[in-house]
């Protein structure tokens, strides 16, 4: 179990919540690397070794530090960097060039130069100047560019409406009108520095229907098919993106297989018809890799009682280090982890310390009675939680400690005032 109780107080990985907190302090973070490895386990398990040729390229953008990309590459993970700041977090901790793949829907001149220097491993491009800018780039070096081409598959997910990528109207991928997608097909296939691989889609994030991938997948099998009649070109990669829900409170985790078995056999099958050699599949899951393997621990203030209304119960944290509740309405959950046994007959709403009424973490969350001083645990907070953190009320982006069946370590300090002004000049 990575969660626990014991003597009426939250277990992590073996680590006393209460302990971690006298000793780093709180706000922290704190990131089972039992429940990761599990997660690149299961995936390994049920997808890597199950089918030849394919891998597992972890989504950097639902937590990146150097620390979790060690534990990628232990996992033997590729990445996914959407930016000069992740590749850079990568290049600092030795990522394999190889292994690292690029996403992104405006990728800088800067950035790719960056990519293209140290070497990574593929370019998912978003469009046309893209193109035409890595081409040109690629020539400049005398290299050549591992390019995926991602598709709008224009279907609709069942997720908030921001976290849905795949729908038409959306601002990733290239549309699939017959004279924008081709052209940039055949452009790419001639270029003498880009070797053109396939195509990618990424439909949505935190589903729980395998539907909109499979609707996706059928669109994108289309477009190969296409592309094998009018140019003659077999594609060697195809890449399904993430999207797999993750717990917060009460959802249903489908596992991986849900998800990437039927979409398997349909790219067996479809391969087998066309007579053609199956092409590497790839899959970028983040949030069901980070979310479930974090935890966010807080020390109750003020508690206030609106008589008739509600009982805010203010902690030391907020909006600045998990955005998720005020920008999607996410809903979590939450226990006072010194008081892991106590009932939980008080309801009360958990707010922020931020100067916004919308920096609420969690609405009317069943919990023991607060009192100041409490330490209060809110779960699944692992993904897009450290990785859209700001400094919002100039409040410092909490540290984040990893534990690993009863030992911890520090992997990111916590903020000082000094770092806040670091870049100013007075
Ligand atoms: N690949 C691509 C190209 C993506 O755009 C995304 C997520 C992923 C993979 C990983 O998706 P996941 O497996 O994590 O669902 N900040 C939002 C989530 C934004 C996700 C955007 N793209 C949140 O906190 O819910």
Not at 111 to 133: K, S
Not at 294 to 305: A, D
Not at 419 to 424: P, S, T
Request: aromatic share 10%.
């Amino acid at each position: 179990m990575i969660r626990e109780v014991k003597d009426n107080t939250l277990y992590f990985d073996g680590c006393s919540t209460v302990e971690l907190a006298k000793k780093y302090g709180t706000p922290l973070y704190v990131f089972s690397e039992t429940a990761i490895h599990r997660e690149f386990e299961e995936l390994n398990a049920t997808f890597v070794s199950k089918y030849p040729n394919t891998r597992v390229a972890y989504a950097s953008k639902a937590f990146c530090t150097v620390a979790m990309y060690r534990l990628c590459q232990a996992n033997n993970a590729c990445i996914d960097v959407v930016s000069g700041g992740e590749l850079y977090t990568a290049m600092q901790a030795g990522y394999p060039a190889e292994k690292i793949e690029f996403n992104g829907n405006n990728k800088q001149p800067e950035e790719i130069a960056m990519a293209l220097d140290y070497g990574i491993g593929r370019f998912i491009v978003d469009g046309l100047q893209e193109l035409t800018l890595l081409e040109a780039m690629c020539a400049e070096r005398g290299k050549t560019a591992n390019v995926l081409f991602r598709i709008t598959p224009g279907v609709k997910s069942d997720s908030h409406d921001y976290i849905v990528t795949g729908k038409k109207d959306s601002k990733f991928g290239i549309p699939l009108d017959d004279d924008v997608i081709y052209p940039q097909v055949k452009q790419a296939i001639d270029a003498a520095h880009i070797n053109f691989m396939g195509f990618h889609f990424h439909v949505g994030s935190q589903l729980f229907d395998n539907g909109s991938h499979l609707q996706a997948l059928d669109i994108m099998l289309n477009v190969v098919k296409t592309v094998k009649e009018r140019f003659h070109y077999d594609v060697t990669e195809l890449n399904l993106g993430g999207g797999f829900g993750a717990v917060y409170t009460t959802e249903d985790r489908k596992p991986y297989a849900y998800f990437l078995d039927p979409m398997m056999e349909r790219i067996e099958a479809f391969f087998k018809e066309m007579g053609i050699n199956r092409p590497n599949v790839v899959i970028e899951p983040g949030r069901s890799i980070a979310a479930e393997a974090g935890l966010s621990l807080y020390t109750v203030g003020n508690i206030k009682e609106i008589r008739d209304v509600r009982k805010y119960v203010a902690v030391d944290g907020g909006m600045g280090d998990n955005i998720r509740p005020a920008l999607y309405q996410a809903v979590y959950d939450g226990v006072l982890a010194n008081k892991a046994d106590v009932p939980k007959d008080d309801v009360a709403t958990i707010c922020g310390k931020c100067c916004e009424s919308g920096d609420i973490l969690i609405r009317d969350l069943a919990m023991a009675p607060a009192e100041s001083g409490d330490l209060l645990a809110i779960f699944s907070t692992g993904a897009y939680g450290y990785s859209m953190a700001s400094n919002y009320n100039r409040n410092r982006i909490p540290a984040v400690v990893f534990v690993k069946e009863g030992n911890d370590r520090l992997v990111v300090k916590r903020q000082s005032y000094e770092d806040i002004l670091r870049n100013e000049i007075f």
